[in-house]
Structures are given as C-alpha cells and as structure tokens.
C-alpha cells in the first residue's frame, strides 16, 4: 500500500532559526495535503498543493511540491514559540470508489524561547 | 472550531469492557474517518463511512466496529478493550470522499484503559 514517510521525526530549534520538515511518497500524489497539530489538540488542515512544482506560502511558512509529485516540504522562517507542534504530511489514495488519507508519521517541533 | 463534535472528551475504563464513542461531522459532510493516535505516534486511519456505507477499512480490530447512521452521525464501538487500546481516537469529516477533499478532525476523544 502506499506510504508516506516524514522526516525529521523531531526538531529541536531556538526561537528564530528556520525549521524544514519533508515528506516522500512511494507513489506518485494527485495532491498533498499537510495538517498541523498543536499539544493536546487535533489536526488543522493547513494547505493542499495540486500541481507538480507547485510552491505556497503562508506568512512564514512555504509549502513546495516535488516535480515529480512524490515528494514535499514544509519550510518555517524565523520560527515563533506559536510555531510548536507536529507537521504531519498526508497523500489521498483511492480505495473502493473513495478516497482516505494516509498521514506521515509526523514532524514534532519544539521551539525555545 | 472546525464544526466536528466528539463524546466523551475523555473515557477511563477497565480491560475487558465496551465502549461507544460518538462523532458528528460537520453539517453537509457525507464523509466520516476514524483514527486512532497512540502516544507520540501518528494518525492510524481506522475504518471511513460514506453516507452511511462503509467504504473503506485499514488498520482496524476485529474487536472494533463503527457505523454511521442515516443523520451522518457516526459511532465506533470497541469491545473486550485491552490496555494497549489507551490512545486518542479522532474523528474526521470531508464533504464526500473526493481525493481533494480536505478532512475537518474533531477534538477528539482520550481514551485510557487501566
């Protein structure tokens, strides 16, 4: 079946550096999907990129899809302590005539102050 | 708040017992999941409904079942609980199953089994 992978599976980072999280797909994504969990709380959906190349932002945070769409990273400039929490990447796969995510195991950030 | 209601919030139980948790989706979604989220692991996806038809099954017990029932509310029952069954067990709702969907979790219910 397919698999998303996520790396790093912790980032330890001081209050202003950059952080980078990637993700890889076994198969080729229609999209990509990444959610953010805050401590003791649930996944929010972040962003969706579609298109091969594809590069997003969001104040400090740029989302990029790999060319070849299987591949994908989330990149934070200047993290803020409100940055903290786990990343999680996820690809739509088809089973019996709908879709369902499979999630990367995600990316835990903690940021010092 | 992303529309997505889950009951209990929290639910202490002893081995070997049943229990229900209870999921409303967000109004006009068709589309329920269920995860399951041990410590410091990520989301398992359980088993997803569709307008009130199972429609997909992953990394779900045979001791464990779900419905969705036709106002969309969705239950996930699991039996004969074992320790190792301790974790957090999110609900999500899309509006259908599309593979662009974007999936809406609740708040999620904790789940400790002594």
């Known amino acids: 079946g397919q698999q998303v992978m996520q790396i790093p599976q912790y980032q330890h980072v001081q209050e202003g550096e950059d952080f980078t999280t990637y993700c890889n797909s076994s198969t080729t994504l229609s999209n990509i999907q990444w959610y953010k969990q805050r401590p003791g709380g649930h996944p929010v959906f972040l962003i969706q990129?579609?298109?091969?190349?594809e590069v997003k932002k969001q104040k400090r945070l740029t989302f990029q899809f790999g060319e070849a769409k299987k591949n994908s990273s989330l990149h934070i400039t200047a993290t803020q302590t409100t940055d903290v929490g786990t990343y999680f990447c996820?690809?739509?796969?088809?089973?019996?005539?709908?879709?369902?995510?499979?999630f990367g195991k995600g990316t835990k950030l903690s940021v010092i102050p | 708040d992303s529309g997505v209601t889950q009951t209990p919030k929290h639910l202490i139980t002893a081995t070997g017992q049943r229990v229900t948790l209870r999921c409303s989706p967000r109004s006009g979604d068709l589309s329920v999941y269920w995860y399951q989220q041990s410590l410091d692991q990520g989301l398992q996806f359980l088993i997803q409904y569709y307008n009130g038809e199972e429609r997909a099954k992953g990394n779900i017990l045979e001791r464990f079942s779900a419905q969705q029932f036709p106002d969309l509310h969705s239950e996930l029952n699991l039996s004969s609980l074992e320790l190792g069954d301790s974790a957090l067990y999110f609900c999500?709702?899309?509006?259908?199953?599309?593979?662009?969907?974007?999936?809406?979790f609740g708040p999620g219910t904790r789940l400790t089994v002594l």
């Open positions: 999500a709702s899309s509006v259908i199953a599309g593979s662009t969907d974007t999936q809406y």
């Open positions: 990129l579609v298109k091969s190349g």
């Open positions: 996820a690809g739509p796969y088809s089973g019996a005539g709908s879709y369902q995510l499979t």
